[in-house]
């Protein structure tokens, strides 16, 4: 047994390898499209609007490798316009502007122009207003794909004049028929003794959690180093597999939406005195490259955020969290975001302070500048002294039970209360302390 690699193919498998699998096996109509029926399955609008050649501008909104440019391409070879394409990676607002052009000709020659633009996110504000006034005029059909939240990343009058639709991962069992057609298909590994198990295609299928083009590239990289015999056949190899996928990374990009999504679902999930679910979105962010001081820097905001005084230790443990990430970095420090997380988690839970800072700054933006009380303002010259800064000022350490019934809010916000502790964990203790010392301010019994 020899192992096969990539300079050891024979004419026919270096010609098969010429281009990545997924290309070749890149679909050319709706009927070898893999996934989408919400979308193109039989009476579905998309599929109407692509039959008829009725096609209008458009978002194609999903993950990777789910078919967003091969629906595209597949649209420009059904309609009967001009099909322009271009990557927003590689184009400036020059080549949108000659693009432009063209398409304004063609209109005038009663032409239409199909633009499909990848990645059109990653255009600025200027690239994407220069398509907008050809897309109202219907000089150009504007096809564009994303991987990100089209209310976030697309410009709203764009947005507009767009239909959106939401291209969603491919299922396991999609992922699975396809592998198995790239075994066969002569645009594949047809024309080569293929033995690989139904388990070793349903792993892939798995690991590349909707993703066509990832499961696609493991295959082939397993194909393509895996054991062949004597005859000429390939059999897969679990430790060549298990390889090919150890450096996957999970569908997260620390730019973009799903950035959002995941420290979303690891502060909810702590709020929700989770610990299960805190550690395992922790450990997604992780896996998917996250920064973890990033994510220490979010649970040292949370502990006063969602904790706050109902344990009092949980800022300082926080803390200290993030500065063991600092000083041990990753992989070591991933426990100690879990020991934070699980802290966090099973800590009652206050949201007084963030509600207290929240009400102040409210005040602050739609009240006057309220001026500091004489009594409370420093008085470090004579000047001031004479102005009455500082003027019945009570030192709070002098008196009998260390408080003075004196007044430091401005005249227009007495009584004004922002903090308002709640019952949980070491907060109902403050709560009653502070009930206490209002009761004692306003002259009642302390």
Known sequence: MEQLDLFS??????????????????????????????????????????????????????????GKTTLARIIARRTRAEFVEFSAVTSGIREVKEVMSRAEENRRAGVRTLLFTDEIHRFNKAQQDAFLPYVEKGSIILIGATTENPSFEINSALLSRCRVFILKPLTEQDLYGLLRHALTSPKG???????????????IARFAQGDART?????????????????????????????S?????????????????LISALHKSMRNSDPDAAVYWLCRMLDGGEDPLYIARRLVRFASEDVGMADPEALPQAVACYQACHFLGMPECNVHLAH?????????????????????????RSRPAEPVPLQIRNAPTQLMKAADYGKGYIYAHDTKEKMARMQCLPDSL???????????????????????????KQGGDA
Do not use: C
């Not at 934070?340 to 602050?364: G, H």
């Open 9 to 66: 193919q024979n004419e026919e498998n270096d010609r098969l390898s010429s281009a990545p699998l997924a290309s070749r096996l890149r679909p050319e109509s709706l009927d070898e499209y893999v996934g989408q029926q919400h979308l193109i399955g039989p009476g579905k609008l998309l599929r109407q609007l692509i039959e008829r050649d009725q096609v209008s501008s458009m978002i194609f909104w999903g993950p990777p490798g789910v």
């Open 340 to 364: 934070a997380a699980v802290y966090l988690s099973l800590a009652p839970k206050s949201n007084a302070l963030e509600v207290a800072v929240n009400a102040a700054a409210e005040d602050i």
């Open 414 to 440: 007495v009584g004004r209360r922002y903090y308002l502790p709640t019952t949980q964990g070491k907060e109902a203790a403050l709560k009653e302390r502070l009930e206490e010392i209002l009761r004692w």
């Open 189 to 203: 590994f047809g024309g080569m003794k293929i033995t690989a198990e139904e388990g070793q295609l349903r792993t």
């Open 245 to 261: 996928m150890n450096r996957r990374s999970l569908l997260y990009d620390k730019n973009g939406e799903e950035h959002y999504n």
């Open 215 to 243: 499961a696609l590239s493991i295959l082939e990289m397993a194909v393509l180093n895996g054991v062949i015999d004597t005859n000429g056949g390939v059999t897969l190899d679990d430790a060549v597999l298990a390889d």
